[in-house]
């Protein structure tokens, strides 16, 4: 049972991780601006929310 638990916990990360960068890549750099985010930070602010959640 601890695997599968494990598993389900690792699926969830990714997914969250995937939708992050998918949304913040879809937001133009003025948007990403106004939220203090750049280009370059995307993947590490979706490896943030991912472990966050």
Same mark, same amino acid.
């Given at each position: 049972m601890?695997?599968?638990g494990l598993l389900a916990r690792q699926f969830r990360r990714w997914q969250v991780y995937n939708r992050t960068v998918a949304e913040l890549s879809?937001?133009?750099d003025r948007s990403l601006a106004d939220i203090n985010v750049s280009r370059s930070e995307i993947r590490s602010v %979706?490896? #943030?929310a %991912? #472990? %966050? %959640?």
């Open positions: 601890f695997l599968w879809g937001l133009d %979706a490896r #943030t %991912a #472990t %966050a %959640a």
